[in-house]
């Protein structure tokens, strides 16, 4: 069964959202969705909390949809790790799950 890897970011504050989101659409979502095992990537970024709800701690969301997170994390290829040092220059702070739809 697929595994989602959900990630919680916000960016630096000296990082340009529409240069990150610019980013994501030109150079994330090719190599990111050109990797083994993946099966479906998104980045939504967040607006106004649902009513009755607190605002999450986060400007982004990415969902990744993959056969196996293990597997996924073992056999990222060195041009995709070359691709996330670009990526954290964006990013100040992340939080990430695996989980498993149910």
């Not at 709800?53 to 790790?81: G, I, N």
Request: aromatic share 10%; glycine share 4%; net charge negative.
């Amino acid at each position: 069964m697929p595994e989602q890897i959900v990630v919680l970011l916000t960016l630096k504050d000296s990082a340009d959202p529409e240069e990150f989101e610019n980013f994501v659409r030109e150079h994330d979502y090719p190599i990111a969705k050109s990797q083994p095992g993946v099966i479906d990537y998104v980045l939504t970024r967040i607006g106004r909390p649902l009513t009755g709800a607190q605002a999450p701690a986060a400007e982004y969301l990415e969902v990744l949809v993959v056969e196996d997170a293990d597997r996924y994390e073992a056999e990222m290829s060195d041009e995709f790790k070359q691709h996330l040092a670009v990526w954290a220059e964006y990013v100040d702070e992340y939080r990430g799950a695996v989980g498993t739809v149910i």
